[in-house]
Each structure stands twice: as C-alpha cells, then as structure tokens.
Nanobody, 114 residues
Framework: QVQLVESGGGLVQPGGSLKLSCTAS????????MGWYRQAPGKQRELVAT???????NYAASVKGRFTISRDNAKNTVYLQMNSLKPEDTAVYYC????????WGQGTQVTVSS
C-alpha cells in the first residue's frame, strides 16, 4: 500500500518560513519523481516544484527564489523549504510521487496571515 504523509504546515506571518516534509512508503522512492502542488480555495491545483530522480529541479515562477525542493532518498522523504512567505501562498499543499503510476498525499494546510 502506497502512502505519502505530509507534515510541517501551519500558520505563519508574511515574510516567515516553513518547511514541509513528505515521507513515502510502499514505493521505491529513489526512482520516483517527487513534487509539491498546492490548491487555494476556489482555485485549481497548481504545480509548486518538482525534483526528478535524476536531473534538474523545476519551480513555478511565483515561488522561484523563495522555495527550495530537496529529497533524501535514504529517508524516503521530500522537503519543501518555503521562505519569504506571502499571503498568496496560502493553500493546501500536496505531495506527489510519479513514475509509471502517480500518487498523492492527503495535503497539509499552509496559512500566511498577520
């Protein structure tokens, strides 16, 4: 059974930082491309950042320079370091694992508000 479990969300003031984690089980983590997506109320789910098993990371223009995606294959975990957070970053953040099949986590809420 494949599971992706996100953690690290919460409430933060504008300009603050959060680090999200997503730990996978039931897959050969090292061969999967991993990604973070987000969905704000009333909006479609959108890509935030991806990191392949090998190769270059990719970021949405809106987060480039502020967010960093990384992975630790020994821990089956992908991270999203979010700095200089803005109110428009408020959303539910979802972890995604993709190879021949794709899997989603349950999401973690990030709220940026003063």
């Amino acid at each position: 059974q494949v599971q992706l479990v996100e953690s690290g969300g919460g409430l933060v003031q504008p300009g603050g930082s959060l680090k999200l984690s997503c730990t996978a089980s039931g897959i050969i983590f090292s061969i999967y491309a991993m990604g973070w997506y987000r969905q704000a109320p009333g909006k479609q789910r959108e890509l935030v950042a991806t990191i392949p098993s090998v190769g270059m990371r990719n970021y949405a223009a809106s987060v480039k320079g502020r967010f960093t995606i990384s992975r630790d294959n020994a821990k089956n975990t992908v991270y999203l370091q979010m700095n200089s957070l803005k109110p428009e970053d408020t959303a539910v953040y979802y972890c995604y694992a993709g190879a021949d099949e794709g899997y989603w986590g349950q999401g973690t809420q990030v709220t940026v508000s003063s």
